[in-house]
């Protein structure tokens, strides 16, 4: 099976590989993977740019073309496609300095004997890593991918969430394109703005008209058809057979309105909750006191010192 390599970037590294995990096995339950420091290397039927086209935080990604420990006397270039033009770059992830524009210059120079490749730094038509973390070093290689256009928000909100917050829930939750979503919160609609320019079809709710009608201008400003429901958290109970996951961001009792203390909402909600449906909810931290959804997985996102926010996967 065909090996991928991700780098991932931001402060929460596990929340970052648990993204491309979760994304990859939403199309292949098979996947298997092994993480080391800001590195994913996975086995999937599942193309590398499909997960990289919609991970949050990765910052480089492509396909393993071998493991080596002698750069030079090791590194099969067979592996990879003949380019025209390519780049060497070199990501040290090891706790150790390492002089990386020599590495790149040396392995470049090697490449270009060995495949008769021109160099072009600025528009390679492969680039190829050479990726070093403390127990292995990898060489892999990328050719260029169109990145999607990100969906645009013509209304803001106060109580918006990030969209690189909204769009790794939705990735984490495990949803696909063949798949429903429902923001029973949704607010100006950020995480359903996020699932929608994934192909993920999204339904929202939210217990406030002026909220509604915001959510409904952000998605048919980008051509997206989801439905805005206007009402109480509890309609999720009669759409429940029209969906299959719930990606949500509760109030945290500050700029949204709300109907009842965070605490209280976020007990109420999570008994009714629907069963069997792909779950990620974020909640102020604390809200909670003990675990009364019985999460796979739990993130604590600091934000400032009276906010961290806690997310919770099913
Ligand atoms: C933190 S905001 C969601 C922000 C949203 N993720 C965004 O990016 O715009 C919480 C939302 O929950 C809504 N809300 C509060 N209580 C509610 C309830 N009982 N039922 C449905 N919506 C409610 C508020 O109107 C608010 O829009």
Redesign the pocket.
């Known amino acids: 099976m065909p090996q991928s390599f991700f780098v991932v970037s931001g402060e929460n590294v596990e929340l970052a590989r648990d993204e491309i995990i979760a994304i990859s096995k939403s199309y292949d339950i098979k996947t298997s993977f092994k993480t080391d420091s800001k590195l994913v290397i996975t086995n999937s039927t599942i193309p590398w740019s499909k997960i990289s086209q919609r991970a949050t935080f990765v910052r480089t990604a492509g396909k393993i073309a071998g493991t080596f420990s002698d750069l030079f006397s090791e590194v099969d270039l067979s592996l990879m496609h003949k380019p025209e033009t390519f780049a060497c770059r070199a990501i040290n992830l090891t706790s150790k300095k390492m002089d990386l524009s020599k590495i790149e210059k040396t392995a470049g120079a090697a490449i270009k004997q060995t495949s008769g490749a021109k160099v072009s730094l600025s528009n390679p038509s492969l680039t190829v890593y050479l990726i070093f973390t403390d127990s292995q070093s990898y060489i892999g290689y990328t050719t260029k991918i169109s990145e999607p256009p990100r969906p645009k928000k013509v209304i803001k909100?106060s109580?918006?969430?990030h969209w690189k917050l909204?769009r790794v829930m939705v990735n984490l939750s495990g949803l696909n394109e063949k798949e429903t979503l429902c923001?029973?919160?949704?607010?100006?609609?950020?995480?359903l703005l996020e699932a929608e320019s994934m192909g993920i079809h999204s339904i929202g709710?939210?217990?406030?008209e002026k909220?509604c009608n915001i959510?409904k201008k952000n998605l048919s400003s980008n051509g997206f058809n989801s439905k805005i429901i206007n009402?109480?958290?509890?309609h999720l109970q009669k759409i429940k057979d029209k969906i299959d996951g719930i990606v949500?961001?509760?109030?945290?009792g500050n700029s949204?309105?709300?109907?009842?203390s965070p605490k209280k909402?976020l007990h109420d909600f999570i008994s009714i909750l629907p069963k069997r449906k792909k779950i990620a909810i974020m909640y102020k931290k604390g809200a909670m006191d003990q675990i009364e959804l019985n999460p796979t997985k739990k993130y604590d996102i600091y934000r400032h010192k009276s906010l961290t926010r806690t997310i919770v996967v099913k």
């Open positions: 909100s109580s918006e969430l909204s923001d029973p919160f949704c607010g100006s609609g950020t995480i709710i939210d217990f406030d909220m959510a009402a109480g958290y509890e949500t961001d509760l109030p945290y949204s309105k709300s109907s009842q909402l």
